[in-house]
C-alpha cells in the first residue's frame, strides 16, 4: 500500500536503476557464469546474488579495475574465458529498459528534480549505456557506486547525493526495489516507496504527477519555478 499523504511534500525524486527502470535477471548471469567454469576443477562455489564474493563489492565500489575485476572473477569461480566472453555472461543480468521509463522520467523531470543512484560496475554501465543513452541523460545526475566508492545501503551514499544536490531530505523521495536500501534511507529523513514490482513505478508517477497538477492549479504555478 502506497501513502501517498507524503508526496504533497515532494520536490526530488531519487531513482534505483535495476528493478525500478532497468529489468535484471540474477538467474540468467547464474547460468551463463556457472556455463564458463572449468569442470575438471573440482569443488568450486557457484555464482549466487546471495553469496557474492568480495570482488563484486571491491569492484562495485570502485576498487578493482575492469581487468582485475575479471582475473578475481576467474580464480573465485575457475572460470576460463577471454575478456569478450566473460564480460558477456556478467551482462547476461541485464535485460532491457523497462517500456516507457524514458517518456516517464521525461514527464516527471518538467515537475520534480530528479537523479539516478546505482550500485552498478564499469561493464554493465558501459552496456546499459550503449544500449540506451536516453534513459541516463534524461536525469539532472547520475550517482553511481563505482564512482561515488560508496555503496547501496551505506548511508553516507544517501548523504553525498543529498549533498550534492542541496535536497533536503524530508522533500525527496526514494524509489528502490531493496528493502535494505529503503530501510537505511528513511534513518536519514528521506520518503521512500518499496517497488516490489516494475509496474509500480507508473503508478507511483501517476500519482506524483497528479499531486503537482493539483499544486500549479491550486497556486498557478509549480514548485519547481
Given at each position: 500500500?502506497?501513502d501517498t499523504?507524503?508526496?504533497?511534500s ?5 531513482f534505483?536503476?535495476?528493478g525500478?527502470?532497468y ?5 540468467a ?6 556455463a ?9 562455489p557457484?555464482y ?9 563489492t ?10 582485475e ?7 573465485a569461480?575457475?572460470i576460463?574465458a577471454?575478456?569478450?566472453?566473460l564480460?558477456t555472461?556478467?551482462?547476461a543480468?541485464l535485460?532491457g529498459?523497462?517500456e ?7 514527464q ?6 530528479i ?23 534524461v536525469?539532472e545526475q ?5 564512482e561515488m566508492?560508496l555503496r547501496k545501503?551505506?548511508?553516507a551514499?544517501f ?17 528502490v ?7 537505511t ?9 518499496w ?5 509500480s513505478?507508473e503508478?507511483?508517477a ?7 497538477t493539483e ?10 519555478e
Open positions: 500500500m502506497i499523504s507524503l508526496f504533497s515532494i520536490d526530488n525524486i531519487i534505483d536503476l535495476g525500478v527502470l529489468g535484471v535477471d540474477y538467474i548471469v547464474e547460468q551463463a557464469l556457472s564458463l567454469q572449468d569442470s575438471t576443477a573440482g569443488d568450486v557457484v549466487s546474488r546471495f553469496t557474492q564474493p568480495d570482488c563484486v571491491l569492484y562495485e565500489t570502485g576498487r578493482l579495475s575492469n581487468p575485476f575479471r582475473e578475481a572473477m576467474r580464480q569461480f575457475s576460463q577471454d575478456d569478450d566472453t564480460d555472461a556478467w551482462c543480468i535485460t529498459v523497462y516507457g521509463r524514458v517518456q516517464l522520467l521525461e516527471l523531470r518538467s515537475r520534480y528534480r537523479v539516478l543512484l546505482s550500485n552498478t560496475n564499469d561493464i554493465h554501465l558501459r552496456a546499459v549505456r550503449n544500449e540506451c543513452p536516453e534513459l541516463l541523460d536525469f547520475c550517482f553511481y557506486s563505482h566508492k545501503p551505506e548511508p551514499i548523504e553525498q547525493v543529498i549533498a550534492t544536490m542541496g535536497f533536503l531530505p524530508e522533500r525527496t523521495l526514494l524509489l526495489d531493496s528493502l535494505q536500501h529503503l530501510r534511507a528513511e534513518t536519514l529523513g528521506i520518503h521512500t516507496v517497488i516490489q514490482q516494475p509496474e513505478v503508478l507511483v501517476s500519482l506524483l504527477l497528479e499531486v503537482k499544486d500549479i492549479c491550486a497556486n498557478g504555478h509549480s514548485s519547481r
